[in-house]
Nanobody, 119 residues
Framework: QVQLVESGGGLVQAGESLRLSCAASGSFFSINAMGWYRQAPGKARERVAS???????NYVDSVKGRFTISRDGAKNTVYLQMNILKPEDTAVYYC?????????????WGQGTQVTVSS
């Protein structure tokens, strides 16, 4: 079992910043990757950013240059620093963790945290 607890969402104005955190706990041998998806009302969930165990990162084009993903391996925590926020960044942000198991790679999800950016 893996538990992911997110924090850091909220209401901000356009141009401001937020930092999301996601702490993982439970039973896992190794983490392959962690990252963030988001889902806005009426839209499909999209992957925002990811970071591998080797610290390789990947971002959706719309956030490149504004968002930075990082992780603290000792704390099993991933962060998403979001700068120059735009109204179109408004969504529920979900943390995920991919881990290796005897059955292959399994993904766990957090409960989501709301980010609202006003214009």
């Amino acid at each position: 079992q893996v538990q992911l607890v997110e924090s850091g969402g909220g209401l901000v104005q356009a141009g401001e910043s937020l930092r999301l955190s996601c702490a993982a706990s439970g039973s896992f041998f190794s983490i392959n990757a962690m990252g963030w998806y988001r889902q806005a009302p009426g839209k499909a969930r999209e992957r925002v950013a990811s970071i591998t165990s080797g610290s390789g990162t990947n971002y959706v084009d719309s956030v490149k240059g504004r968002f930075t993903i990082s992780r603290d391996g000792a704390k099993n925590t991933v962060y998403l620093q979001m700068n120059i926020l735009k109204p179109e960044d408004t969504a529920v942000y979900y943390c995920y963790l991919d881990r290796a198991t005897g059955r292959g790679t399994e993904r766990s999800w957090g409960q989501g945290t709301q980010v609202t950016v006003s214009s």
